[in-house]
């Protein structure tokens, strides 16, 4: 099964993320299909940098996204939409 989630990198207490594809069976942070985005929970959510074609793409190929990657997609909207 592969699912679309969140792998940490960055120094201690001072994370960032890559949003990547990978195999459910693989680490956390280890090797992965592809990347499709970077989240920095320490920058404004608008700039959140996430690949949303190629979400839908992988989702379409049997893809299951995490909840707490769910979570950055539906915040990051929120905050695109206030932006204007």
């Known amino acids: ?3 679309i989630r969140l792998a940490r990198h960055g120094a201690k ?24 985005g970077i989240y920095d929970p320490a920058k404004p959510m608008a700039e959140a940098k996430i690949d949303h074609a190629r ?13 707490s990657l769910r979570k950055v997609i539906r915040e ?4 695109a939409a206030a932006a204007g």
Do not use: C, L
Request: no cysteine; charged share 25%; net charge positive.
């Open 55 to 67: 979400i839908a793409y992988w989702t379409d190929q049997g893809a299951k996204i995490t909840e």
């Open 76 to 79: 990051q909207a929120k905050a």
């Open 1 to 3: 099964m592969v699912k």
């Open 13 to 36: 207490k001072n994370p960032y993320y890559h949003v990547v594809v990978a195999d459910a069976q693989s680490p956390r942070d280890g090797r992965f299909i592809e990347q499709v």
